[in-house]
């Protein structure tokens, strides 16, 4: 589990916004894995995923707070959280500013169009050359398809580890563009489902929230969050 750690982005989340914003720039290739414990827990037992996450043309971000708190318990210097949710929103402000191509893959039919109607009205600047919902469509199609469609960048957002093993899959069509897998962001930012109150969000309980507001993600919850805690308590001990 350590070495998952020692690939954490640990700068505070401007500097990582400016990395980001010196690939789209140059033109650089970027695949960015938002990390809950989730993340760690699902690579340390998949192979795939945790190849994935191993590999060096992965970067991957703090996105929960269990992700943070932990590193701080291992020892090591992680800033603060940088999001999905914040991720995405960063990303289409400087496809705005920048007249960028944007592709767009996930969540049901009503919350994407939603989504790209918005970004319609609000990002004038974006060009969006793909967007497809996450249960209709072939989705290696929608990377073939968009593979010729010189994109700058590309949310998917189909829940850990589908988004990442997708991306993966086909990261080696592409010469350029930030690739993330941005879990339910989708759903946050279409406006269809709140996001935790601002309350929440200051006080790092958006986990909370989620729970008491989607009651079926409490088994997940508890199978990857708190099992992960003991381990990295165990870790700490160890060390
Ligand atoms: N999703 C999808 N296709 C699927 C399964 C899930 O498009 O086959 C979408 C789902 O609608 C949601 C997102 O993937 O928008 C996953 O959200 P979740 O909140 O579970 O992800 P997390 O942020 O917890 O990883």
Same mark, same amino acid.
Not at 152 to 161: E, N, S, T
């Given at each position: 589990?350590?070495k ?9 989340k401007e ?5 980001m ?12 894995i938002?990390a809950?414990?989730e ?5 340390s ?8 996450v ?20 291992l020892g090591?210097q ?9 991720l ?16 767009l893959?996930g ?8 989504f790209?109607?918005? $970004?319609g009205? #609000?990002? *004038?600047? =974006? &060009?969006?050359?793909?967007?497809? !919902? ?7 199609q ?9 994109v ?6 189909l829940?850990i ?12 069509k592409f ?7 941005v879990g339910g ?12 109150p601002k ?6 309980l958006?986990?909370?929230y989620? $729970?008491?507001? #989607?009651? *079926?993600? =409490? &088994?997940?919850?508890?199978?990857? !969050?708190i099992?992960?805690?003991?381990k990295?308590k ?6």
């Amino acid at each position: 589990m350590r070495k998952y750690f020692d690939k954490l982005v640990g700068t505070p989340k401007e500097e990582f916004y400016s990395v980001m914003e010196e690939n789209l720039n140059k033109n650089k290739r970027m695949f960015i894995i938002t990390a809950n414990p989730e993340t760690f827990e699902i690579a340390s037992k998949d192979e795939e995923f945790n190849k994935i996450v191993m590999d060096e043309a992965t970067t991957i971000v703090p996105d929960g707070i269990g992700i943070v708190k932990a590193s701080h318990m291992l020892g090591y210097q992680v800033k603060e959280r940088i999001t999905g949710v914040d991720l995405a929103v960063k990303l289409l402000e400087l496809a705005n500013e920048k007249k960028l191509n944007v592709a767009l893959l996930g969540a049901h039919e009503e919350v994407i169009d939603a989504f790209v109607k918005k $970004i319609g009205k #609000e990002y *004038k600047g =974006i &060009k969006i050359v793909a967007s497809a !919902n996450g249960y209709d469509y072939d989705k290696d199609q929608f990377f073939e398809t968009i593979k010729d469609l010189d994109v700058d960048v590309c949310l998917i957002a189909l829940g850990i580890p589908a988004q990442e093993k997708l991306i993966y899959k086909h990261l080696n069509k592409f010469k350029k563009g930030v690739f993330v897998g941005v879990g339910g962001s989708f759903d946050v930012l279409s406006g269809m489902k709140k996001r935790a109150p601002k309350i929440f969000q200051k006080l790092n309980l958006e986990w909370l929230y989620r $729970i008491t507001t #989607e009651p *079926k993600r =409490i &088994k997940r919850f508890y199978n990857s !969050n708190i099992k992960f805690m003991f381990k990295i308590k165990k870790m700490k001990k160890q060390k």
